[in-house]
């Protein structure tokens, strides 16, 4: 089992930053990715950023140039800094890991972006 803790969501003004964590708790062994997601009301689950234990981070096209995933999956922590943050980044972030083929979620934080 793995136990995902995310913090550091919050109330932002577009153009300002954020910065969330996660930390895995449990056991680490097998776990071969560390993910950001992010869910806005009405709109499907959608990938922010995913790390590989290679070291290598993919974000998705809409945070591309503004988000920064880093943290070492060994450590069993990761963080996502969100720079010039807009309204439509506005969603609930879940933290991720998928470990031996299995996907844990946190309970995630709420980012809110006003206008």
């Known amino acids: 089992q793995v136990q995902l803790v995310e913090s550091g969501g919050g109330l932002v003004q577009a153009g300002g930053s954020l910065r969330l964590s996660c930390t895995a708790s449990?056991?680490?062994?097998?776990?071969?990715?560390m993910a950001w997601y992010r869910q806005a009301p009405g709109k499907q689950r959608e990938l922010v950023a995913v790390t590989t234990r290679g070291g290598r981070i993919n974000y998705g096209d809409s945070v591309k140039g503004r988000f920064t995933m880093s943290g070492d999956i060994a450590k069993n922590s990761v963080s996502l800094q969100m720079n010039s943050l807009k309204p439509e980044d506005t969603a609930t972030y879940y933290c991720?890991?998928?470990?031996?083929?299995?996907?844990?979620w946190g309970k995630g934080t709420l980012v809110t972006v006003s206008s």
């Open positions: 991720n890991v998928m470990r031996l083929g299995i996907n844990y």
């Open positions: 449990g056991s680490s062994l097998g776990i071969t990715t």
